[in-house]
């Protein structure tokens, strides 16, 4: 009987904009492999790292981890879940908030300083055993922290979402040599993201979520000719703000048109074509009377995977 793959995710409908089509998603990740979910604010990243960390239902669709289904008891102890904005016990220190959750997953008396220790060293933090949670000053330590916690029992599969949230830029190179690390004991790891900045090189597979739909996803070398004319763009309007926004959003190579509250004029959507092709929809919009300040292109979004 062949071995089932580690995470494996059947026709999965994160739901969308009501009147459209939905568009279900399908991936296989085995150990040692990372994908990368990237997309703007509220489309769907959360909601999809809940359902395979089996706290949401998949419904429609199927999620098995290791063949089994996400919300089951077992299947739990094979998962590390950290969301977006974890909660830390002040009264704890390091060694009693990781014992806590030690004895909630049922590890064994023996094992467990092991696997505290184990965690704190995965995540660079073995001389932290006795700090106050509360002492804890650096964010990026405290989001370290919360990834200790979800690895204290082993799991194969560790899901964390918003990785690099709030971190500053040195912590946020912590973190992904961190993962990189967690990556290389052979665990599957699920990483979200408003883009993947310095998260790219980490990823062997890449989902891209606009509206709650699955824009490209799959292996990253298979994906590279599908999203190399991919960008995040920025647009500055002086007038005739409303028109532009209709043309915009009756263009089928924009995605996830945003304009920047307060500052109505500014623009933010994803453009999925050539250079030429986006200098054509700005003449456009000029002919049609819209007056445009600026553009620029926001590089980060997907990182180096758009390049050759």
């Known amino acids: 009987m062949p071995i089932p793959p580690l995470l494996q995710v059947e026709r999965l409908a994160l739901g969308g904009a009501a009147g459209k089509q939905v568009q279900e998603l399908s991936f296989v990740l085995n150990p040692g492999e990372v994908m990368g979910v ?8 959360s909601a999809l790292l809940r359902a395979l960390a089996g706290i949401q239902r998949s419904e429609p669709g199927r999620v098995r981890i290791c063949g089994r289904s996400p919300g089951s008891l077992q299947t739990r102890a094979l998962v590390g879940y950290v969301p977006s904005a ?7 220190t390091c060694v009693e908030y990781l014992g806590f959750f030690a004895e909630a997953f ?3 008396n023996h094992y467990r300083p092991y696997l505290i220790r184990e965690s704190l060293r995965l995540v660079r933090l073995e001389d932290c055993l006795r700090t106050a949670i509360a002492d804890l000053r650096s964010h990026g330590v405290r989001r370290r922290l919360a990834l200790a916690r979800a690895l204290v029992h082993d799991p194969h599969l560790l899901v ?29 790891l ?9 998260l790219a090189g980490l990823c062997s597979h890449l989902c891209i979520l606009v509206g709650h739909q699955p824009l490209a996803c799959g292996e990253v070398r298979a994906l590279r000719p599908r999203i ?7 647009v500055q309007l002086l007038d005739h703000v409303p028109e532009a ?20 004029n500014l623009l933010r959507f994803l453009f999925d074509g050539t250079s030429d092709e986006f200098d054509e929809l700005l003449e456009s919009l000029r002919r049609a009377g819209v007056s445009i300040v600026s553009y620029a292109e926001d590089p980060s979004f997907l990182g180096l995977m758009a390049g050759p």
């Open 245 to 264: 926004v209709r043309r915009l959003e009756g263009d089928r190579r924009v995605f996830h048109l945003l304009q920047n509250l307060p500052n109505y």
């Open 86 to 92: 974890p909660a830390l016990y002040e009264e704890f």
């Open 38 to 45: 990237v997309g703007p604010p509220d489309s769907g990243k």
């Open 228 to 234: 190399s004319n991919l960008r995040m763009m920025q």
């Open 190 to 198: 699920v990483l979200s993201g408003p883009s993947l900045a310095e």
């Open 106 to 108: 049922g590890l064994e």
């Open 160 to 188: 964390v979402d918003d990785a690099l949230a709030r971190l500053d830029r040195v912590e946020a190179r912590q973190m992904v040599e961190v993962l990189g690390e967690i990556r290389n004991t052979g665990k599957t």
